[in-house]
């Protein structure tokens, strides 16, 4: 079946491609034993593992021995790996970003020395031992461009080639903000990369477009915005959390109120203070005033609905599906006060433990879609007309009774 958008296709392959690339050079970096452990005789075609040929190389013939020779370098890669995690908890606690670099040539012999092969009678021979595996690890596969593009192509193929959690136990996942990474931490961190370059990067580089093209076909309708931020928002929810997806479609949902709401000056008079001009960002983008679609409460009051209907954002801060039901103290601010906080008695006031931090009412309050924002327009379109009723009144009745007074 022929792609519906060849360039879109070639350019989403050449991100696999650099993507499961860079990560056959993480693992060639950061755990090269790797290669080796995970391969068998049986996945070659010649019936002999990566395992066995570099065994045999190292001519030795006892199996256990070479296991306990991994091994001892496997604990040298997870101390430095440990090392790095630690500096990267620190710099986090800090509030920094994290940047350390991982360099386990440099401090594997020292590792060797001081850690795995400490109080040991025979070091220097175990460690030389071990540097030589780490040496033709090298030669033959980490520092080996061409094996390292089939590797990559071997990790793409998913279980379909590898049966197995990869990588799981050499993993941080403490440091990884992946709610749903389950078992396969690193196949379903690639997939999500895609996921997100998919449904959440190409949207909302498109939204400024989709926001323009609403605001001028005509048909006043709201629902393929709608669908967008749905579809932002599902998969954010599917990678991060709920609660971040909820933030991120609020603040789409507010720049999108904020695109088409008319400014204070166009509410006046139904109107028409403000003929022939633009009154919105809409209106500037689109370069003229009569051929858009603005906003008022009304319409900013129905997106808000619609939103909270298709559960983009929930209407009320409460999970729908949360068996348990909390509760949490209540406190006010003193009057004639310098910002005095006092907590009410927990007996008598305590209120429902909210769920979300983002929520269709908040929306409301914020973008002027509430009973406030209603009342203001109301108050901008008819205040004037009542006044000027009234003056107009004043002043009839006074020449009535000027005049009455001449007679």
Not at 112 to 123: A, M, P, Q
Not at 136 to 151: T, V, W
């Amino acid at each position: 079946i022929a792609p519906k958008n060849i360039e879109e296709e070639i350019e989403l392959e050449s991100c696999k491609i650099f993507l499961y690339r860079t990560l056959a050079r993480i693992v060639a970096k950061r755990m090269p034993t790797k290669f080796i452990k995970i391969d068998r005789d049986r996945f070659t075609e010649k019936g002999t593992s990566r395992y066995k040929m570099v065994r045999l190389l190292m001519g030795i013939d006892d199996p256990e021995e070479f296991d306990k020779l991994i091994k001892d370098v496997n604990i040298a890669e997870t101390v430095v790996r440990k090392e790095i995690s630690q500096k990267a908890r620190e710099a986090l606690r800090e509030g920094r970003t994290p940047s350390v670099t991982y360099d386990l040539d440099s401090r594997l012999e020292e590792i060797l020395r001081s850690i795995v092969y400490k109080g040991d009678k025979d070091v220097k021979s175990k460690v030389a031992k071990a540097l030589e595996l780490v040496k033709l690890i090298k030669e033959h596969y980490s520092e080996n461009e061409g094996f390292l593009n089939d590797f990559a192509s071997f990790i793409r193929g998913g279980l379909k080639k590898y049966p197995f959690t990869f990588a799981l136990e050499d993993t941080d996942i403490s440091l990884l903000k992946f709610s749903g990474g389950g078992q396969t931490v690193i196949p379903r961190f690639i997939g999500d990369i895609s996921q997100i370059e998919q449904n959440v990067v190409q949207p909302i580089l498109n939204f400024p477009q989709l926001l323009h093209m609403v605001s001028i076909d005509g048909k006043h309708d709201f629902s393929k915005i709608i669908e967008t931020i749905q579809k932002i928002k599902t998969t954010i929810e599917g990678i991060i959390s709920i609660d971040y997806a909820h933030e991120v479609a609020h603040h789409l949902a507010l720049m999108t109120i904020n695109y088409f709401k008319k400014d204070t000056y166009a509410r006046a008079f139904f109107g028409l203070l403000s003929s022939g001009r633009r009154n919105s960002l809409a209106a500037e983008i689109a370069g003229r005033a009569g051929a858009v679609w603005e906003w008022d409460s009304r319409e900013i009051d129905a997106f808000c609905t619609a939103l909270e209907t298709y559960r983009v954002l929930p209407k009320l801060p409460y999970s729908i599906i949360s068996t348990k039901v909390e509760y949490e103290p209540v406190y006010i601010k003193v009057p004639f006060t310098k910002n005095k906080i006092i907590k009410l008695p927990e007996k008598i006031f305590k209120q429902r433990k909210k769920n979300y931090s983002w929520w269709g009412h908040k929306l409301r309050q914020v973008s002027g879609g509430d009973w406030k924002g209603k009342l203001y327009d109301i108050i901008n379109r008819y205040l004037p007309l009542v006044i000027l009723f009234l003056l107009f009144k004043f002043i009839k009745d006074a020449l009535e009774e000027a005049q009455g007074k001449k007679k």
